[in-house]
């Protein structure tokens, strides 16, 4: 998908407004254009001891929770919390037994070990609590869907309780009270709660109840964490006790968060929202995704030092297998696509496999968003068991709602717009893969194809500094429904870079504008094809870096765009300047839409190489021949080949597709490169093209050099001769590793196909005209 950028919205702030925020005109701009064009209303939004917080008592069902759970309390009733393993669930938990064991109660706490129970209030482990003696049971940050286990406590004489923020179901469990902030118009300042401010609120009532409304202060820290972690709509009142779980968290009492931060390096101090989304939830959550995540409440409860330095090495541990698993998980994902590409012609991607972990399968799923632009729905398959799922999404598609069209085969499921859950038996993948596809299809039919690159406002590089983030920092914290400020600047060019951290997956890139001030700026997940050659416009969030005790203003690359007044590109060599250009690249049913150009045009070429030429979809480079209309089926491996191949074809009109399959990872690359090689080794007497084998794979001559001389390293043939474009190759009798010239071509295969993939990526996403006019 091509974007283009979205000038920020001409705006007029009043006077009043103006002179009561003060500082740089942006802040005062902002807060009009997301809807505070009052004095009192930006006030509010800015400090949150002006803002007016809703009453506990506005939600539906909480005069009758706190009504019953008083009498729990009074009566000396053993209540059980029964939570959740992500970090909603785990802050929300500690935080009524807190409060309950604060004002008094008899409390004990259940979260559900994710891979022997899933999410939910499940019967078998319901019972076994409550053989314990039970009274009450609360739920928190589940339950809405439990009618089952609900009926079966009711059968055995206990209340239920439900406090919950996942969508309503049809009809509400038949509990004592029912808490859920769903129940609210979407406007009301509760409507976005999470889990733990549900919880919260409830506390708030109790506390209130018994004349110490103060007490509930001390529990915001666990508020902010829960908001963050679960990436909650920052408006209302989810904003505003954010805004204050931020302040105790810095100054939290809680030994293990003190303990997990030091090693984390989260200065306690400055500590902000990122710190919280990108350090302490992911190792928050790592134990709910890997572990038993009952011991999370005790680690953000203890008193005992000495055990928080212990359960807070143990949740580092567990974030750095989580890390590895991922990758494993990524890895057996691509793998499968490499096997079998028909799974990416479905607008869904659904996987399985039996060795995925259930704990990061999620976070697998939202990676695989990202790369193929779908909704990614990924499941593990435990022999005899059903198969569990977790889903993620792209904007414009509410995953649940797509799944529930196909609920009949479902045991189970539930979640929100961007993400989902689910079970099903293993033998019903194939039909829901097919089903819940026409779903995402239907969501997605009318989106919008351009999305627009949002800019807050333009800024100069001298115009940078720590005064300048303090002061955009006002508007913070920033999230879901409150995104950071994307700043620009105007006129820049590239005067260096170089990579970071041992992958070299991010980089640091030196900028310098027409007054030759400079600035480096971040850019995570880098694709060096994308850095631009001349001058142009940089878009970037600003924020803060901690480094070694000294904080500066960091900033964080986010897009480009040519600036104006440079140099436009001609149109490629030998192409008629009048080129049309058809982008469908886009579009998801790209077999019709070839079929369709190829019944259309009287002359045309297709050009597909790799897993496309192998699927009869076109021919590769070297096969083509001049046509009125060039169909561009496969993603280019750079620049110079398209080029080459607009030459070869002199197109009046190209239509670009760009198929996602190729053959980019090591293990898929090496081993269609490998079959190859077999063949030329069995009937052409060992003498290869290098030109035909870059071609019919689908990349460079460079790489298939390098390919070659991994495969001679592995001892898997012999290369006996290089003739410029032809090589000769021999069989090996005995295969013999050379591990010194294996490593260096392992070393330089990694970085060529790296190089290749990062182009492709820069075909799928720059603008059409611009693609072909470089070239």
């Known amino acids: 998908m091509t974007q283009r950028w979205r000038e ?13 925020i003060g500082g740089h005109p942006l802040v005062a701009e902002t807060l009009v254009r997301r809807g505070k064009p009052t004095v009192a209303e930006a006030q509010a939004f800015l400090d949150a001891h002006l803002y007016l917080p809703a009453a506990s008592e506005s939600m539906p069902g909480m005069a009758d929770a706190v009504t019953r759970i008083q009498q729990a309390l009074d009566g000396h009733e053993r209540i059980l919390v029964w939570g959740d393993f992500d970090v909603d669930g785990q802050t929300s938990t500690t935080l009524l037994v807190s409060c309950f064991r604060d004002l008094g109660g008899d409390v004990v706490y259940h979260i559900p070990v994710r891979d022997t129970e899933s999410h939910g209030m499940r019967v078998p482990w319901l019972a076994q609590e409550l053989a314990q003696g039970i009274d009450l049971v609360v739920t928190c940050d589940t339950g809405i869907d439990a009618h089952e286990a609900v009926a079966f406590a009711h059968s055995r004489g206990v209340d239920v309780i439900i406090t919950d923020h996942h969508e309503l179901t049809s009809t509400l469990p038949d509990a004592v009270a029912v808490v859920n902030p769903h129940r609210l118009p979407e406007d009301h300042p509760l409507a976005s709660l999470p889990g733990v401010g549900v919880a919260y609120k409830v506390a708030e009532a109790l506390y209130a109840r018994a004349g110490r409304p103060e007490s509930v202060t001390a529990l915001l820290d666990l508020v902010a964490l829960g908001i963050v972690a679960d990436v909650a709509v920052q408006t209302g009142d989810t904003r505003y006790l954010l805004q204050r779980g931020l302040q105790v968290l810095r100054e939290t009492s809680r030994l293990g968060l003190q303990e997990l931060m030091s090693l984390a390096k989260i200065p306690l101090g400055a500590l902000t929202e990122e710190d919280i989304g990108f350090g302490l939830g992911p190792r928050l959550n790592a134990v709910g995704r890997l572990d038993d995540a009952n011991v999370i409440v005790e680690f953000l409860t203890t008193q005992d030092l000495a055990r928080a330095r212990i359960l807070a090495s143990q949740l580092e541990s567990l974030n750095a297998k989580r890390r590895l698993l991922c990758d494993q998980v990524f890895a057996g994902a691509e793998a499968k696509l490499e096997r079998d590409p028909k799974l990416l012609e479905s607008a869904a991607l659904v996987m399985g496999d039996p060795q995925w972990p259930a704990g990061v399968i999620g976070i697998v799923a939202n990676r695989l968003v990202e790369r193929y632009e779908r909704p990614v729905i990924l499941l593990t398959m435990v022999p005899g068991e059903d198969a569990r799922g977790s889903a993620r999404s792209v904007e414009g598609c509410h995953i649940t709602k797509a799944i529930a069209t196909q609920k009949e085969m479902l045991s189970g499921f539930g979640g929100h717009a961007m993400a989902a859950g689910l079970s099903i038996e293993p033998g019903r993948i194939d039909a829901f893969r097919r089903g819940v596809s026409r779903a995402v299809e239907g969501q997605l039919a009318e989106r919008t194809v351009e999305q627009l690159f949002q800019i807050d406002g333009y800024v100069g590089l001298g115009e940078l500094s720590m005064e300048l983030v303090a002061d955009l920092r006002r508007l913070a914290p920033f999230g879901r429904g409150n995104p950071p400020l994307v700043l620009a600047t105007r006129d820049v060019k590239v005067v260096g870079h170089r990579t970071l951290g041992r992958t070299r997956r991010h980089a640091r890139v030196t900028v310098e504008d027409s007054g030759e001030r400079r600035r480096d700026v971040v850019w995570w997940n880098w694709d060096e094809a994308l850095l631009p050659e001349g001058p142009f416009d940089l878009a970037f969030t600003l924020g803060l870096n901690h480094f070694r005790g000294r904080t500066t203003e960091q900033l964080v690359w986010q897009a480009t765009r040519v600036a104006e007044g440079a140099d436009v590109v001609a149109v490629p060599e030998g192409a008629p300047a009048s080129l049309e250009i058809v982008d469908v690249r886009a579009q998801r049913d790209l ?71 190729s053959l980019d990872s090591k293990r898929a690359f090496l081993g269609f490169l490998l079959r190859f090689v077999k063949t030329i080794l069995r009937s052409r007497d060992g003498i290869a093209s290098v030109p035909e084998l870059a071609a019919l794979t689908g990349h460079r001559e460079h790489a298939v050099r390098v390919g070659v001389e991994w495969l001679a390293a592995k001892g898997l043939c012999a290369l006996v001769e290089d003739r410029g474009e032809m090589i000769v190759l021999a069989p090996v009798e005995k295969a013999e590793l050379d591990s010194a010239a294996l490593a260096e071509a392992d070393a330089a295969l990694s970085q060529v196909l790296d190089d290749t993939a990062a182009y492709r990526r820069h075909f799928a996403r720059a603008d059409a005209a611009r693609l072909l006019a470089l070239a």
């Open 591 to 661: 077999p019709s839409l070839l079929r369709e150009e190829t019944g259309r045009a009287a002359s045309v070429s297709v050009w597909a190489e790799g897993l496309g030429w192998e699927g009869g979809m076109g021919q590769p480079r070297h096969q083509l021949q001049p046509a009125e209309t060039l169909v561009i089926w496969s993603r280019p491996p750079s620049v110079d080949i398209l080029r080459l191949v607009l030459r070869r074809t002199s197109p009046q009109r190209v239509v670009l597709m760009g198929d996602k399959r």
């Open 8 to 20: 920020p919205e001409s705006v007029s702030v009043p006077r009043a407004l103006r002179e009561a």
